[in-house]
């Protein structure tokens, strides 16, 4: 205890762990790799303590001032401009709105310009508004106050944007980086820190980085009055792990390493201050050249633009069938020398209209159809989507039933761009551990000289017994015989984090009774001495914690300590062990000096320790995955091998993650000669440096002396089982990708619901006896060619199994990632997808990170259907990357994959949610969005092409310039975004009950082509309704009580009356979800068209032209006006009530009849039902799609 108090009194201080992350401890030792350094991607020079160096200011590296905005004061109206313009329909509006200056022009420029300023203006303002918050960050950050060395030899408060490369910066406790610095020195007198990386990666365990020993002890102010050195190191780059450079200091070379960069971003912890020099500054630091995040489209969004592209061309076809009639009449003006039209004086007409050049007023006035008819084409459609997404992007970020209280998350919509993507995913591909399951390991199991220990049934366990009917299949091995939950053993006594492991046998210090008591003794320390773990002592009760890189190796050391080998301290090159000795009975302390650490990494699957204990024994000590770990065991130490192959394979079916534990004794010579080879090795500095390593490192960790094996449970999450049950009803395939053993995963998937007994098996592997004797014999070529043959063989027969199982028979496809990269490869892909687009659940075992991306790809492209992947690591966040939707979940790893997502959620059980409810119904809102707004301009475009069909083509349109200016702007706009952010077809309870709902999505149901003309014909036989009942009963009939016709004023207003009545009663009929928000801008929209034409008619008839008084002393006196309007908009609508109420009686879509059956109060009615007695359009599409799937396989 004396110790531990010790350690909280802070002697930290003491601690030099410069040789503790080992591949650190480096002698200057160069060779002729330091040709790199100056050469390409090498050349970035640093005078240290010297910004004004000559030779470096013409160099003219960038300031540190940073900016993540858009635009700038000077470029923002432009640039705005520009990108406002990219799109097609606002280049079409800004040349009409040229054009209308000339006499072409059907209506006033100044009613064509006013719509186009306020869609550019909203969305400029929106822009703006979002750059301004960036800037404001900004300003913050580079605004931020840091102790620069001044040529007082003092240390002056300045602020980041003044920071250059080469200044001396003292950075205190708690503090920011303020650019990419080299650690000089720090308050520990070996240089070393601790730093906090969440900005950059999200981790919130503490990174240890240290200074060079040649630096290390500039721990003064004072000492820098003659600091003088030179960096030459990288180019700039967004590599966070990897920096490559070298010091040239009191005449010596030094390699540098990124263990002395501290990343801007970064905070400092625990450390009271540190000395650097800045590196990189501004946009070269790592965190800004990893700031690019490239934007991804929905699908709907790019079928859109085909749209639009499809009213272009209606827009052209109108315009030249109006042309075409216009010249054939303009001709026949004058025929035979006898005037036609007397009235409109042909022969003294313009060119527009001169029927001796018909051709030429035909060309005329096709332009001046392009303009008249542009109102087909939706000018306010990007704005309003963009409005409507960010709008939903909030409801998904205050959803509370997406909140998880453990670590205070809530889901969160990283971009708004995809929402309605979330309704459409056909794929999900996701990670495992992390993912699925909690990522918080509990020690539970272990082999130690072929004799298995541990007590407890894990959640696989309990899944895989629930399989077996007979009862004496039930779990009773040797490694389980009490028949325990691992979560029953925590309740035997004190809960402790990580260590789930119960077993009288060797605990409590009865592994001394053992008969391999020595072995178990090697095992534990090895457990207590192999890892990179920080002790942290409780100041109050005095009990240790442990900051580890990882929850496995956590879970190790707290296993080792309740066993009886507490690691409890680090020193300069030692770590101290309360251990239990079996030969004196009794706890004693031992000390081991710490010479090497071999760290862990995804290429190496195995870490390892040299240590000298107090007999001055040489030790390697090293544990690993298995497929790393046996192949380096001593031939001639092989004694528990078979029985802990066998240990360890029924650890893997049990769910548990496995690493094999070993060790052997080294000489001096041999450590000595090896020590020269590593650090010459590691003092390269070259691109290749970690591959002369690993190469170093191989060359030592072989014939190991085997101890056992451990075993650790990372639990499923929360609801994991019925998420997975939920999306898979939702007609949703689920992939996981993992880097686990085939039988941990395949009994994960039992456990988690993936796989279930009604599903036949589809297993590829290339774990055969055949191709294993090819590869120990060496022969490569024959290997891969077996290999790929036994692939290809192995996916027919997959094939035949499908066209063998009936169609309610389901597939699972289980592929190890060997199998996995020659299914990739260019030959194979495509029989390989064939295969696996028709199984439900596929899962990919060993795979690593580039496999995860590739086979996203395969998925994404192959099927052209969406994809969603999910994940936890910054293994995954290529996989992310690829899919058309990346979902992180800020888990234990840190925030890597989150913070390359496109949305965010705590566990993986909130993706039902997110994608049944949120995703369903923005699908569902923005697909009747896009399809309404098509329909109201149609409505509105057809009935001035209906109007100008009767005058002649005369090019006049039917209402005044400024109704037709505001009708897409105020009386239709807000209905239409009302739509897009409250409409719910169903209740968010009802679409977690019914996930068949989904499938509308999945198959694109509700914005297929054949709706889409639906919608637009609608609006077509609407303008046609409104045109021919409105002119057919009122231009024949007294319609003031003085006994006057109908004039061109009254007709247009009673004309546009009843369009503005009928589009926004079609959307009161095509919303599910009314709110009084809904009621107001729908009524609302409505009433504002009479109050505009009473303020607009007030006006002076210079200014309101044909709406003068138009309302007041017309329109509104007369009955005849109301009775009109009334019949013509019940009339319209008629013929869409008529064909949904036949739609849904005789041919309801899904989502019709769970609203039928929760108004009709048929709560009891099962998602079953639903389905089998759903025989509308989704159905023929899944009958259709099974039948062209079943084609496909038979070919």
């Known amino acids: 205890m004396r110790d531990l108090r010790k350690m909280a009194g802070g002697s930290r201080k003491g601690i030099r762990f410069s040789r503790l992350y080992s591949f650190s401890c480096l002698k200057s030792k160069f060779r002729d790799e330091h040709s790199q350094i100056g050469g390409k991607g090498y050349s970035r020079i640093v005078y240290c303590n010297d910004p004004d160096n000559p030779e470096q200011l013409q160099l003219r590296y960038r300031s540190n001032y940073v900016s993540t905005t858009k635009y700038t004061a000077f470029n923002f109206i432009p ?34 310009l006013a719509p186009l300023v306020v869609v550019i203006g909203v969305t400029m303002a929106k822009e703006a508004l979002e750059d301004w ?58 240089g070393i820190c601790y730093v906090e990386t969440t900005n950059l990666d999200g981790e919130t365990n503490l990174k240890v980085k240290h200074a060079l020993d040649v630096t290390s002890s500039l721990r003064d102010d004072d000492y820098y009055k003659k600091f003088k050195a030179i960096i030459k190191c990288e180019d700039p780059n967004e590599d966070l792990y990897s920096f490559i450079g070298t010091m040239w200091y009191n005449g010596l070379q030094h390699p540098l390493s990124l263990q002395q960069i501290l990343v801007r971003d970064s905070k400092l912890r625990n450390t009271e201050y540190v000395y650097g020099v800045v590196v990189f500054t501004g946009h070269d630091t790592k965190v800004m050249q990893n700031a690019i995040d490239p934007p991804k ?8 633009d085909k749209i639009v592209y499809i009213l272009f061309s209606l827009l052209v076809s109108v315009s030249l069938m109006g042309s075409f009639f216009f010249g054939i009449t303009t001709k026949n003006d004058i025929h035979d020398g006898k005037v036609q039209r007397w009235y409109l004086q042909p022969e003294h007409t313009t060119v527009f209209y001169d029927p001796k050049r018909a051709a030429l007023a035909a060309f005329f006035h096709f332009l001046t159809g392009l303009m008249l008819y542009g109102y087909l084409i939706p000018i306010s459609l990007y704005v309003s989507i963009e409005m409507v ?62 004799t298995a220990y541990g007590l407890g049934v894990t959640e696989v366990e309990r899944a895989l017994a629930k399989r077996k009917v007979d009862a004496k299949h039930n779990i009773t091995n040797s490694s389980s015989n009490i028949q325990m939950s691992t979560d029953d053993v925590t309740d035997l006594g004190k809960s402790i984090k990580g260590f789930n492991f119960k077993d009288d046998r060797i605990m409590n210090g009865g592994w001394v009774n053992e008969p391999h008591a020595d072995v178990i ?150 450590f000595r000669s090896w020590e020269e080879e590593f650090l010459d090795a590691k003092a390269s500095v070259n691109a290749d440096r970690g591959a002369l390593v690993d190469a170093a490192t191989d060359k030592i960790e072989r014939d190991l002396i085997l101890l056992g094996a451990t075993a650790v449970e990372d639990k499923l999450q929360k609801g994991v089982p019925q998420c997975i049950e939920k999306l898979a009803n939702a007609g949703i395939k689920i992939w996981v990708i993992t880097g686990d053993q085939m039988e941990t995963a395949i009994n994960i998937g039992y456990a988690c619901g993936l796989l279930r007994e009604d599903m036949k098996q589809i297993v590829i592997t290339l774990d055969s006896p055949e191709i294993s004797d090819l590869e120990k014999r060496g022969d490569e070529n024959e290997a891969t060619k077996a290999s790929s043959e036994s692939i290809t063989e192995q996916i027919r027969k997959g094939k035949s199994q499908l066209c063998s199982g009936g169609s309610s028979t389901t597939f699972g496809l289980i592929i190890d990632g060997k199998s996995l990269s020659f299914a990739l490869s260019s030959n194979l892909e495509g029989a390989f997808l064939d295969l696996v687009v028709h199984c439900a659940s596929v899962i990919c075992c060993r795979s690593t990170p580039k ?75 923005i697909s009747m969005m896009i399809c309404y707004f098509f329909y109201k301009n149609i409505a509105f475009g057809f009935t001035l092409f209906w109007f100008e069909a009767r005058a002649s083509f005369s090019g006049q349109p039917a209402y005044n310039d400024w109704y037709m200016s505001f009708y897409n702007v105020f009386f239709t706009s807000l209905p239409v975004i009302a739509l897009g952010v409250f409409d719910q077809d169903v209740s968010a309870r009802l679409c977690l009950k019914h996930p068949q709902l989904y499938e509308e999505g ?94 607009y008619g007030s006006l002076s008839p210079v200014v309101s032209t044909t709406a003068f008084r138009v309302l007041v002393e017309a329109c509104a006196p007369s009955p005849f006006y109301w009775l009109a309007t009334l019949l013509v908009v019940v009339s319209t609508l008629l013929p869409y009530i008529l064909y949904r109420t036949l739609q849904v009686e005789f041919n309801p879509m899904i989502h019709d009849r769970i609203q039928r059956s929760g108004l009709g109060g048929s709560e009891n009615e099962s998602p079953g039902d639903l389905s089998i007695r759903h025989s509308g359009k989704m159905g023929s599409v899944k009958d259709k799609s099974r039948y062209r799937d079943s084609l496909l396989v038979k070919r």
């Open 1002 to 1095: 999945v198959h694109d149901i509700l914005f297929s082509w054949p709706r889409i003309l639906g919608w637009m014909l609608n609006g077509i036989i609407s303008s046609m309704i409104i045109f021919f009942f409105t002119t057919n009963s009122i231009l024949h009939q007294a319609f003031r009580r003085d006994g006057s016709v109908v004039d061109f004023e009254v007709l247009g207003v009673l004309m546009y009356t009843c369009v503005v009545w009928t589009v926004n009663c079609q959307m009161a009929l095509s919303i599910n979800y009314f709110t009084w928000i809904q009621h107001f801008f729908i009524w609302g929209s409505i009433a504002f068209w009479y109050i505009f034409l009473v303020i």
């Open 133 to 190: 918050r960036r800037m404001k960050q900004d300003i913050e950050a580079n605004n931020r106050k840091v102790k620069v060395y001044d040529r007082s030899n003092t240390f002056q408060d300045t602020r980041w944007k003044n920071l250059r490369v080469g200044n001396l910066v003292k950075v205190y406790k708690d503090e920011y980086f303020p650019a990419d610095l080299l650690l000089i020195s720090s308050s520990y007198e070996d």
């Open 389 to 450: 997404k960010v709008l939903q992007g909030i409801f998904i970020n205050q959803d509370q039933d997406m909140y998880y209280e453990e670590t205070d998350n809530l889901a969160h919509a990283r971009t708004s761009n995809l929402n309605e993507e979330l309704g459409q995913v056909d794929t999900i591909l996701s990670d495992k551990t992390g993912t699925l399951t909690c990522n918080s390991m509990d020690f539970v199991k272990c082999s130690i000289a072929g």
């Open 851 to 925: 496999q995860k991306a590739l086979v996203t790809r395969l998925v994404k492209k192959g099927t052209g259907k969406t994809t969603l992947a999910i994940g936890d690591g910054a293994n995954d966040v290529g996989m992310l990357q690829e899919a058309d939707i990346g979902v992180g979940i800020s888990g234990v790893e840190g925030m890597q994959a989150a913070m390359s997502s496109d949305f965010t959620v705590a566990q993986f059980c909130f993706l039902e949610r997110l994608l049944l409810v949120h995703g369903h119904w923005c699908y569902r809102r």
């Open 521 to 670: 003794q090697k095992f534990f320390r090895v457990l207590a001495l192999c890892h990179t773990a920080i002790p942290e002592v409780n100041q109050e009760t005095g009990e240790i914690d442990y900051e580890a890189e990882s929850p496995d190796e956590a879970a190790f050391v707290i296993a080792a300590r309740e066993l009886g080998f507490e690691f409890f301290e680090r020193t300069q090159s030692s770590i101290s062990l309360h251990e239990l000795d079996y030969g004196k009975g009794r706890k004693t302390d031992r000390s081991y000096e710490l010479l090497h650490v071999l760290e862990f990494s995804s290429a190496r699957k195995r870490m390892s320790v040299i240590v000298k204990n107090a007999e001055n024994q040489l030790l390697l000590l090293s544990k690993g995955a298995d497929s790393a770990m046996f192949e380096r065991l001593s031939r001639k130490a092989k004694d528990f091998e078979a029985k802990t192959r066998e240990h360890i394979k029924r650890y893997a079916e049990a769910g548990l993650r496995t690493l094999v534990v070993a060790y052997r004794e080294l000489s001096e010579d041999e």
């Open 297 to 304: 489209r929905s699908k709907i969004e790019r079928k859109m």
């Open 79 to 112: 640039k705005s401009l520009f990108e406002q313009f990219r799109r097609v329909a606002n280049i079409y509006f800004l040349a009409v709105a040229c054009v209308s200056f000339s006499p072409l022009a059907p209506y006033s420029a100044t009613s064509v």
